[in-house]
């Protein structure tokens, strides 16, 4: 198995992988060219994200700046919209669904560390996919973290760090994510 093989799968696997950074140097330059795009050339950044995830609908939008690891592990629905300051660190495969909305310093996160300190010192880190429903509200300053799925009709609320999955219908909040609501 190739070292983008075992991320994908879930196992153990060297970040420092010459394709690997190869691949995450490709995401950089297109997260920049999207960046540096003018406001007047919605077109061209709709390009560049079309170039950049594995898929997305013809209703996307992001605000500046945008930050991911690879990209290609990224697919979102129609009528997605992420605020300024979205980082998506997509070492698993991330999937959004459709008519989702991301506030403003959200992240999701897929990379995760041994916790052995030895084991970590290693540099050797694995990933775990992150599922998102549809019709999702992600509140500003959320985090979403490794490994987890968020159910349809699901609203975060600000500053939640989310660190299990939720079903369906609810409003989540807090620190770690709890029930708030069901809906």
């Given at each position: ?19 690997l950074i190869k691949m ?57 919209y992420a605020n300024y ?98 809906l």
């Open positions: 198995m190739t070292e983008y093989d075992k991320m994908i799968a879930g196992e153990s696997y060297n970040p420092l992988d010459k394709t995450r140097f490709h995401a950089q330059i297109l997260c920049e060219d999207f960046n540096a795009t003018s406001i007047r050339k919605l077109g061209t950044r709709k390009k560049l994200l079309k170039q950049l995830f594995a898929a997305c609908g013809n209703n996307i939008y992001i605000e500046p700046s945008f930050k991911c690891d690879y990209g290609q592990n990224i697919s979102v629905g129609e009528n997605f300051h979205c980082v998506i660190l997509d070492a698993a495969k991330v999937t959004i669904g459709d008519n989702c909305f991301i506030a403003p310093q959200v992240g999701i996160y897929t990379a995760t560390h041994p916790i052995d300190a030895e084991q970590r010192a290693t540099g050797i880190e694995s990933a775990r996919p992150v599922t998102i429903g549809n019709n999702c509200w992600i509140g500003g300053g959320a985090v979403i973290n490794p490994g987890v799925t968020l159910g349809n009709n699901v609203v975060v609320g600000s500053g939640a760090v989310v660190t299990k999955s939720f079903a369906d219908n609810l409003v989540i909040a807090g620190n770690p994510a709890k029930i708030i609501k069901h």
